[in-house]
């Protein structure tokens, strides 16, 4: 089996008297899609929010490649937010520039990049119009295009197709396809048991901050005896992802 690319270890955040995150362990393996499902509420932003360092836990630690995730290895890590994090005034290329320089991604590679990027989110014939004038899908497609000009060695993706048509969608699955054959690393969050089983070969289960389950899909299908994730999570919990 692959390395560990990422090792999460017994992490907790609590607000409050709310914990957010309670006691979370699991490992992502090098060159592997993990999905990480559970209802809204359930903890995987405050979860991805503590590994891209947004947020510190309150116990706990994790490691990016064997080591603490400082300053000087942020680089290694791109991060798709759940709200959009990108500028309406500015073109989808003047975006990606933006984002490519914060990463002091040097010329000519970031051009390339960009022009690499523009095309495999379809969204080369709009490259120069600004992102305002986009529809929910289209933001969606190039909020995830910020999150890769730097070429990360891990993707965060929290519920990257929330809201989106289908034509977005399918850009979405098919960048993210491609991305892991080329060899990035993705965990990708959601709350569509879909999603995650057209994705994700492994997964983790997190509900009220706990994760609950972690296995291949195929071993948690076969444990539970259940037809589909969704059946797998009501018969962990007695509730249904959209509950």
């Not at 509420?41 to 836990?57: E, M």
């Not at 910020?146 to 965060?156: Q, Y």
């Not at 901050?209 to 195929?218: E, N, Q, R, T």
Request: glycine share 12%.
């Amino acid at each position: 089996m692959a390395k560990p690319l990422l090792e999460i270890r017994d992490l907790s955040k609590s607000y409050g008297t709310a914990k957010a995150v309670d006691g979370v362990t699991f490992q992502v393996y090098e060159g592997e899609i993990f999905g990480l499902l559970g209802p809204n509420g359930a903890g995987k932003t405050t979860l991805l929010s503590i590994v891209s360092s947004l947020i510190r836990q309150d116990t706990g630690a994790f490691l990016l490649a064997g080591q603490p995730l400082r300053r000087d290895r942020k680089h290694l890590l791109g991060i798709v937010p759940q709200e959009l994090a990108i500028y309406n005034e500015l073109t989808a290329r003047e975006n990606l520039r933006f984002f490519g320089q914060l990463y002091r991604v040097p010329e000519p590679r970031l051009s390339a990049t960009i022009d690499e990027i523009l095309r495999a989110v379809g969204l080369a014939d709009r490259a120069d119009h600004r992102a305002g004038t986009f529809s929910g899908g289209m933001k969606r497609r190039l909020n995830l295009g910020a999150g890769l000009v730097h070429g990360p060695r891990l993707l965060l993706l929290d519920e990257p197709t929330v809201g989106v048509d289908p034509q977005s969608r399918h850009h979405i699955f098919e960048e993210v396809r491609r991305l892991n054959a080329g060899g990035m690393t993705v965990i990708y969050t959601s709350h569509y048991m879909e999603e995650v089983e057209a994705l994700c070969p492994r997964v983790g289960i997190l509900d009220h901050g706990k994760l609950i389950a972690c296995d291949s899909l195929s071993g948690l299908l076969r444990d539970t005896g259940e037809p589909n994730l969704e059946r797998v999570f009501f018969k962990l919990t007695g509730r249904g992802l959209r509950d």
